[in-house]
């Protein structure tokens, strides 16, 4: 009951829209559409990401991602998934808008085919260009508090750091540069990328990130709906660990019980 009460009192804010759940959830990867939405409802997003140049959002004459996924009670997020330069970006998250109105858009320009990492000369470029015409763009980027802090000042309206490489895995590889983005910076800051399991999304959040993207995790784990149960569970834990206010780490022991006036 005290869960229900914390989610309605401390909501994910992007661009002005509020949201209860801090766990955002790729449409990609999976066996079906059919496994794709069952998933999606048990992980409790209200926020999906959308592949423009992968996904069907608009040929009627296939399985509509729509049919699916009810963009009346799911934000469609769309992204740039696939793009590896500027060009391409822009003209995907325009199409994007033409087709279903998207205003908020998540932009990812990947620098190299088999890292997949960020190339941030044309991902900064492309925040600036779309945040001039209109779009509200959520940012996928490297771990480099500069880098992030160029985002911010060029005009993004959400913060994207890498915790891995995508689809690895491996989870936070690098807390310390996550806590100087975190300090630096007032917009949602969201893990995006290379979370592997539960737990690595409740160490995002207790590092105060303001929530976590997943996708390849719960699509590609052996039981998706479990994992999605899972990844809920573990975003909820993690924040209300951050909110409750960690103790101090300390190199010496601290019994529990006094030590004063034992018999």
Do not use: H
């Not at 509020?18 to 999976?30: A, E, M």
């Not at 003209?91 to 085919?113: C, F, P, S």
């Not at 300090?183 to 539960?198: E, H």
């Amino acid at each position: 009951m005290e869960v229900v009460k914390l989610k309605k009192r401390d909501q994910l804010i992007v661009a002005e829209k509020k949201f209860n759940s801090r766990l955002i959830v790729g449409t990609g990867k999976y066996k079906s559409m059919t496994e794709c939405a069952r998933a999606i409802e048990l992980s409790g997003a209200e926020i999906v990401t959308v592949a423009v140049r992968r996904v069907n959002i608009s040929d009627k004459k296939k399985p509509l991602l729509m049919d699916y996924i009810d963009p009346k009670k799911i934000t469609y997020l769309p992204n740039t998934a696939g793009c590896f330069n500027s060009t391409e970006a822009l003209r995907t998250l325009r199409l994007a808008r033409e087709i279903g109105g998207w205003k908020l858009v998540k932009l990812e320009v990947l620098g190299d085919k088999k890292n997949l990492f960020p190339d941030m000369i044309e991902t900064i470029k492309s925040t600036e260009v779309l945040s001039k015409e209109g779009f509200n763009v959520m940012v996928y980027c490297n771990d480099d508090p500069l880098m992030a802090k160029r985002l911010e000042d060029v005009g993004a309206c959400a913060i994207m750091p890498l915790a891995a490489p995508i689809g690895s895995g491996l989870g936070i590889q690098n807390k310390i540069n996550i806590n100087i983005i975190r300090n630096q910076t007032k917009l949602p800051l969201i893990i995006d990328a290379g979370l592997g399991t539960a737990s690595d999304a409740a160490i995002a959040m207790e590092l105060g990130c303001d929530g976590v993207l997943v996708n390849t995790a719960i699509a590609k784990a052996k039981k998706p709906f479990e994992m999605a149960l899972a990844f809920k569970n573990g975003v909820i834990a993690g924040r209300q660990s951050f909110l409750a206010g960690r103790i101090k780490k300390t190199l010496l022991g601290n019994p529990s019980s006094p030590i004063k006036g034992i018999i």
